[in-house]
């Protein structure tokens, strides 16, 4: 009952092998498919075949004068890691490609067989030198940018930590061949080496890509690494990386930076830093918005200082900052939690009349607050409030409700919400499911409590043990008062 609801809460990354498509299917192909082994393709990725800058470049249609199908990399093209036997195999499908016939000719796809190779669990350095040996002997082959970043993500996907030379050596054979770094080059590599736990590597790339290549990472990327710093290292680190860029490339933190950061430590609870981070991003000219004020009010929630909620709330009007949804949920759930009711209830006047209608949440937070003051009857009005108003409950209301109302001894009505509960097809959460079990026994109902067991089974609302549990100790408190 104590967590911030989610509602007010403000991969090894895995390449998969391209496959042989249908010889009468017509292939659409974009230089951007290796950048999406990492997900989406940034957003920021522009070359001259981002097929959302030319959307119909790509969309080729099957004609007498179209462009050859490409031979793609079928998963067992490579059955093996040794360099040797890829380059066989190469030279083999090469070979193949060679005799297809006229009418139906094909070429290979060298792109996606890099990347399957590197999928086969080739090294850094057995990756580049394939890559070197198909420019070689497939002269219509010229490798693209998106080839050497099928290279550098894969370097930075090998548990190697300290050790950026594969993902340098990568960037160096862009920079040769007249491709320089551009801010997907920064991205990939950056979220590659986060993905494998190399968040140190990902400082000295981002230093490398800044100082020798005048590349630093845009704000997208920035803003990522340092969400990613502050979820694994300490705030100190965090800080020094982002002094050391503005030092050394006049790279400036933004908003979303200063959000990012004021949210950690919230989290951390530490309101105090929180407080002097306001200071500094006022002082860089930045303007707090509606999201970052809510991000500090719910640090406050978390440690039951009501009041400074509040005051965050005015401060916020003070600023001309229009209050959301979330500003009231939190500000309704941190007075709950703190056992002001009355300026709880207030609030939820006070955003109604500015249109910001009460979800579930809202009346979730304040059941919790009614029981907490032992008001559970007022917390089953508020279930009627929420039905009059077009609200529907859902789990987690009916699941407070019934915790609540079993806590406080009121079992009638609690078994009536079971009820309604198990008519819907409901799950119990454990908390629930507890109290009710607990309650139970505590009448000498213990038919009923088994019964809640086996429903809890039935519905898939907890795994065996921790539905026992509860019933074991019940039952055995049971058998000590009986004696």
Do not use: W
Not at 296 to 322: F, H, Q, S
Request: hydrophobic letters at 40%; a positive charge.
């Amino acid at each position: 009952m104590g967590k911030i609801p989610l509602s007010v809460r403000s991969t090894k990354l895995p390449v998969p092998l391209l496959k042989l498509p249908p010889a009468s299917t017509t292939v659409q192909v974009s230089e951007t498919e290796p950048l999406r082994a990492l997900g989406s393709v940034p957003r920021h990725f522009r070359g001259a075949h981002d097929s959302r800058s030319s959307p119909s470049s790509f969309k080729r249609k099957k004609t007498a004068s179209a462009v050859p199908p490409l031979l793609m990399a079928p998963q067992s093209v490579f059955q093996s890691r040794r360099l040797s036997d890829a380059k066989r195999d190469f030279d083999s499908l090469l070979l193949s490609s060679r005799r297809s016939s006229v009418s139906s000719p094909v070429r290979l796809d060298c792109n996606s067989l890099l990347q399957a190779f590197c999928n086969a669990g080739a090294t850094s350095e057995d990756a580049i030198a394939f890559l070197h040996h198909m420019s070689l002997r497939a002269p219509s082959f010229s490798p693209d940018r998106s080839s050497y970043h099928i290279v550098l993500v894969h370097s930075c996907l090998q548990p190697c930590p300290g050790d950026i030379s594969g993902a340098l050596r990568a960037l160096g054979l862009m920079v040769e061949n007249n491709l320089p770094p551009t801010p997907a080059t920064a991205d990939l590599a950056v979220r590659s080496l986060c993905s494998a736990r190399r968040e140190d590597d990902a400082c000295e790339f981002i230093r490398v890509l800044s100082l020798r290549h005048s590349a630093p990472p845009d704000a997208f990327t920035y803003n990522f690494f340092v969400r990613q710093l502050c979820k694994t290292r300490s705030l100190s680190t965090v800080y020094d990386f982002i002094s050391g860029l503005h030092s050394a490339v006049g790279v400036k933190p933004d908003l979303v930076t200063y959000t990012i950061l004021i949210d950690a430590v919230c989290r951390g609870k530490n309101l105090r830093e929180a407080t002097r981070l306001l200071g500094v991003l006022a002082d860089s000219g930045f303007k707090p918005d509606c999201y970052l004020y809510n991000t500090i009010m719910k640090g406050y929630c978390t440690l039951d200082r009501g009041n400074e909620v509040i005051a965050v709330y005015n401060k916020m009007r003070e600023e001309g900052v229009e209050p959301d949804l979330v500003t009231y949920n939190t500000l309704v759930y941190g007075l709950s939690k703190s056992g002001r009711m009355d300026q709880a209830l207030k609030f939820l006047n006070i955003m109604t009349e500015r249109g910001q209608f009460p979800n579930t949440v809202t009346y979730t937070a304040l059941m919790n607050g009614m029981f907490r003051k032992g008001r559970a009857l007022d917390a089953l009005k508020l279930l009627e409030e929420m039905n009059a108003r077009g609200c529907t409950p859902n789990e987690c209301t009916y699941n407070t409700l019934l915790m609540g109302l079993c806590r406080a001894k009121v079992l009638d009505k609690g078994m009536e919400l079971y009820g309604l509960m198990t008519a819907s097809g409901m799950k119990l959460e454990s908390g629930a499911y507890s109290a009710l079990v607990r309650a139970l026994c505590r009448e000498n109902k213990v038919s009923e409590a088994y019964s809640v067991f086996d429903y809890a089974l039935e519905s898939k609302s907890l795994p065996d043990v921790a539905a026992y549990l509860p019933l074991e100790s019940s039952l055995k408190l049971l058998k000590k008062i009986k004696a």
